[in-house]
């Protein structure tokens, strides 16, 4: 099973930036296919941005163009780097190695004046 730790969620001003790390374990990390997913309360949990092992990106259509989804595998890590924030994009921020039960804890953003 592999360990995902998030962070870097937090307050954050309507037009606002935040950057998401998460750390992974294992030495395989370079082979995953990595993804962000997001809850928001009452909602079922999305798919937010998902990067092949060849750093392939897709996007959900709401995040297209505001959100970028990139990786270093050196430090086994997968990043979400959120721009233009609006609070509809308020939610719990969830890392997940695709094709596994493998969650993070989240992450919460909150987008708020």
């Known amino acids: 099973q592999v360990q995902l730790v998030e962070s870097g969620g937090g307050l954050v001003q309507p037009g606002g930036s935040l950057r998401l790390s998460c750390a992974a374990s294992g030495s395989m990390f370079s082979f995953y296919t990595m993804a962000w997913y997001r809850q928001a309360p009452g909602k079922q949990r999305d798919l937010v941005a998902r990067?092949?092992?060849?750093?392939?990106?897709v996007y959900s259509d709401s995040v297209k163009g505001r959100f970028s989804i990139s990786r270093d595998n050196a430090k086994n890590t997968v990043y979400l780097q959120m721009n233009s924030l609006k609070p509809e994009d308020t939610a719990v921020y969830y890392c997940k190695k695709e094709g596994s039960d493998s969650w993070g804890q989240g992450t919460q953003v909150t987008v708020s004046s």
């Open positions: 990067i092949t092992s060849g750093h392939f990106a």
